[in-house]
């Protein structure tokens, strides 16, 4: 029973997604945002947005978000994780458009500070495959060690932000 509207810069992806009956607009997340009415939104969710915008257009997103979304609405941001040391250091970089790594902390922060409260770190692991090696046996010979960074290869490889706009 509730009603969505889909935004993506990529025309054949939005076609897609209205040949199978979903209402996408064609546009930029923050023009289409910007046209939007104050308080006129639930939730507003980005998927793999965020990486791909320079810090200006970041914030401008989330203004635009926060203005659109009513009393106690919800935004929720997905982004690669760099916490995880394949992304950090290799994966983020397949994609060539992709700009800024954003450790959850700081997009936290980011979120907090641009007036949204009680933001949330979700680290998602569920139907992602992360190919590292087994932790070591704790009883191996520099197993706390080596551990520490096996640790950091199976760090979830995307994590969401999930905050709210305060009521009033």
Same mark, same amino acid.
């Given at each position: 029973?509730?009603?969505?509207?889909?935004? #993506?810069?990529? =025309?054949?992806?939005? +076609?897609?997604? !209205? *040949?199978?009956?979903?209402?996408? @607009?064609?546009?930029?997340?923050?023009?289409?945002?910007?046209?939007?009415?104050?308080?006129?939104?639930?939730?507003?969710t980005?998927m793999?947005?965020?990486?791909?915008?320079?810090?200006? #257009?970041?914030? =401008?997103?989330?203004? +635009?978000?926060? !203005? *659109?979304?009513?009393?106690?609405? @919800?935004?929720?941001?997905?982004?690669?994780?760099?916490?995880?040391?394949?992304?950090?250091?290799?994966?983020?970089?397949?994609?060539?458009?992709?700009?800024?790594?954003?450790?959850?902390?700081?997009?936290?922060?980011?979120?907090r500070?641009?007036?949204?409260v009680?933001?949330?770190?979700?680290?998602?692991?569920?139907?992602?495959?992360?190919?590292?090696?087994?932790?070591?046996?704790?009883?191996?010979?520099?197993?706390?060690?080596?551990?520490?960074?096996?640790?950091?290869?199976?760090?979830?490889?995307?994590y969401?932000?999930?905050?709210?706009?305060?009521y009033?």
């Open positions: 029973g509730l009603q969505a509207k889909g935004i #993506d810069i990529n =025309r054949a992806f939005a +076609e897609s997604c !209205r *040949v199978i009956g979903l209402d996408v @607009v064609e546009g930029d997340a923050i023009g289409v945002l910007k046209t939007m009415s104050d308080g006129s939104m639930g939730a507003i980005s793999h947005l965020v990486e791909h915008l320079p810090y200006n #257009d970041l914030i =401008r997103l989330l203004d +635009e978000a926060y !203005r *659109v979304l009513r009393p106690g609405g @919800v935004i929720a941001l997905e982004t690669p994780n760099p916490e995880n040391l394949s992304v950090s250091s290799h994966w983020f970089f397949l994609d060539p458009t992709h700009r800024n790594p954003l450790p959850p902390v700081t997009l936290a922060w980011l979120v500070h641009r007036g949204f009680d933001p949330r770190i979700e680290r998602l692991t569920a139907d992602r495959d992360v190919d590292a090696p087994p932790l070591l046996s704790p009883d191996l010979p520099g197993a706390t060690t080596i551990n520490v960074v096996l640790e950091r290869l199976h760090a979830a490889t995307d969401s932000i999930v905050a709210r706009k305060p009033a």
